[in-house]
């Protein structure tokens, strides 16, 4: 077995360096890994991950999303939660197995579930953002930040609640998008970004935004936001952020008003650009 996967994965390592991304995608996904029960679990997770990445490489995101279901992402959870319970009683508890089964040690270098849990919501971020599912696209970046090797790190956390504020922003208003703002806004991490904090206040507070105040105010963070609102995808997230800004003052003037006149409503801001 151990050959046999070490010969797929070499195989698709040299299509892939030779600018044969779909070939090399095709080349692991004619293993089923799922499938193999000696296989440890970790590095079928490891496996399955690299061809989700593949596949969204070469841009067949309706098959990374059928390979992404075959992970279970509350492993990542019971894996936080037994490491917690393991640091607390200071020993290691052996992974539970069936009594008759014989699982094999992983491959030496297969990643630990905690870097994998990464791994997968980055893949997943990407899968979303085809589809411009702002929320998940939050979502996934919360979970990545909500992970205890990531939280150590400032330098790691900190660019993931910069773009979850304005993923969940950039979301359509509603129940879940409203819970996940106040949710951010909550957070006492969010306390050392201030200027995406305001931000989010901004569209808690039921007052009228207007589009230039917006833009001077939060111009810092909205150019340091080079990778949300630059290339190909820039231009129609800044037009979804206008439209974000009209539902809110929408909201406000609802929640205000039982009557009002059109004349008395302020302009939508201009197109962006």
Same mark, same amino acid.
């Given at each position: ?24 995608? &095709? ?25 989700? @990445?593949?596949?969204?490489?070469? *841009?067949?995101?309706? @098959?990374?999303?059928? +390979?992404?279901?075959?992970?279970? #992402?509350? %492993? ?11 640091? &607390?009683?200071?020993? *290691? &508890? ?7 089964? $014989?699982?094999?040690? #992983?491959?030496?270098? %297969? ?5 994998? *849990? ?28 909500? %992970?205890?090797? $990531?939280? /150590? ?8 609640? &910069? ?11 509603? #129940?879940?998008? !409203? ?14 970004? =201030? ?23 939060? *111009?810092?963070?909205? !150019?340091?936001?080079? =990778?949300?609102?630059?290339?190909? /995808? ?6 979804? +952020? ?21 004349? @008395? +409503?302020?302009? #939508?801001?201009? +197109?962006?650009?």
């Amino acid at each position: 077995l151990d050959l046999a996967l070490r010969l797929v994965r070499q195989l698709a390592r040299i299509k892939e360096e030779q600018g044969k991304i779909k070939e090399a995608a &095709e080349v692991l996904q004619g293993c089923a890994v799922e499938t193999f029960g000696a296989m440890h679990r970790r590095e079928k997770i490891a496996f399955i991950l690299e061809q989700v @990445r593949l596949c969204l490489d070469h *841009k067949d995101f309706m @098959r990374a999303q059928i +390979l992404s279901k075959k992970i279970n #992402p509350r %492993t990542f959870k019971r894996a936080e939660k037994a490491a917690a319970k393991e640091g &607390e009683k200071g020993k *290691k &508890e052996p992974e539970p197995l069936n009594a008759d089964a $014989v699982i094999q040690e #992983p491959v030496e270098g %297969t990643p630990e579930l905690e870097a994998l *849990k990464v791994t997968y919501y980055e893949h997943m971020a990407r899968y979303h953002a085809s589809n411009n599912d702002y929320l998940e696209m939050c979502r996934c970046h919360m979970a990545v930040y909500d %992970t205890p090797s $990531v939280k /150590a790190e400032p330098l790691r956390w900190k660019p993931l609640l &910069e773009a979850a504020t304005w993923y969940v922003l950039l979301a359509p208003s509603g #129940p879940e998008q !409203d819970d996940l703002v106040r949710r951010l806004h909550s957070d006492k991490s969010m306390d050392e970004l =201030a200027g995406h904090k305001a931000l989010l206040k901004t569209f808690i507070t039921k007052e009228i935004i207007h589009w230039s105040s917006l833009q001077a105010t939060h *111009k810092p963070q909205m !150019d340091a936001a080079a =990778a949300i609102f630059g290339g190909d /995808a820039g231009a129609k997230r800044l037009e979804d +952020l206008r439209l974000r800004i009209v539902e809110h003052n929408l909201l406000v003037v609802v929640a205000y008003y039982s009557k009002i006149t059109l004349q @008395r +409503l302020p302009p #939508p801001p201009p +197109l962006p650009g």
